[in-house]
């Protein structure tokens, strides 16, 4: 499955294995463009609102956060890695997709307890989410949760055990 580490987990830590597993889809969720002319140069993407300190407030708080892109090369990934780094977002991995791959592939390897996604308004809507083709058995143990495009997470609860 693959994914760039962005921290260590520390897997030895019994803790680690009830923690809540939040995903966190990236474009359009919780960065964005600064204005249309830069809709895909993905180095110059900003975050969207309060969702820096919403992520570090659910991390405190014991979850496991890792994000998902839509980029697919490593170049692309990269840069989507770079821009998580440089403002401080926390989590341990970023996982994306390869050639033949699907959302729902990623999703149902990882099996989140939470998945954050947009609503994908611009490129289709929901045909287009990582939940849509999940397979039922396992979408039903997934909280999922999509925002609108481009607005951010602010309107999440703050306290995971509201999830």
């Given at each position: 499955m693959p994914f760039l580490e962005l921290s260590k987990s520390n897997d030895n830590d019994i803790a680690h294995i009830s923690k809540i597993k939040i995903m966190i889809f990236t474009e359009g969720t919780i960065i964005r463009h600064r204005n249309v002319f830069q809709l895909f140069n993905y180095d110059t993407y900003i975050p969207?609102?309060?969702?820096?300190?919403?992520?570090?407030?659910?991390?405190?708080?014991?979850?496991?956060?890792?994000y998902f892109t839509s980029r697919k090369?490593?170049?692309?990934?990269?840069e989507i890695a770079t821009l998580l780094k440089k403002y401080h977002f926390q989590?341990?991995?970023?996982?994306?997709?390869?050639?033949?791959?699907?959302?729902?592939?990623?999703?149902e390897?990882?099996?989140p307890d939470v998945l954050i996604e947009d609503d994908c308004k611009s490129i289709g809507g929901q045909s287009q989410m990582c939940i849509t083709y999940v397979k039922p058995e396992l979408k039903s143990k997934i909280r999922s949760f999509a925002v609108e495009e481009f607005k951010g997470?602010?309107?999440?609860p703050t306290l995971i055990s509201d999830f």
């Amino acid at each position: 499955m693959p994914f760039l580490e962005l921290s260590k987990s520390n897997d030895n830590d019994i803790a680690h294995i009830s923690k809540i597993k939040i995903m966190i889809f990236t474009e359009g969720t919780i960065i964005r463009h600064r204005n249309v002319f830069q809709l895909f140069n993905y180095d110059t993407y900003i975050p969207i609102g309060n969702c820096i300190n919403k992520i570090q407030a659910w991390e405190q708080q014991g979850a496991e956060i890792m994000y998902f892109t839509s980029r697919k090369t490593v170049k692309q990934v990269n840069e989507i890695a770079t821009l998580l780094k440089k403002y401080h977002f926390q989590g341990t991995r970023l996982y994306y997709r390869e050639a033949k791959q699907k959302y729902k592939d990623i999703i149902e390897l990882v099996e989140p307890d939470v998945l954050i996604e947009d609503d994908c308004k611009s490129i289709g809507g929901q045909s287009q989410m990582c939940i849509t083709y999940v397979k039922p058995e396992l979408k039903s143990k997934i909280r999922s949760f999509a925002v609108e495009e481009f607005k951010g997470i602010d309107s999440l609860p703050t306290l995971i055990s509201d999830f």
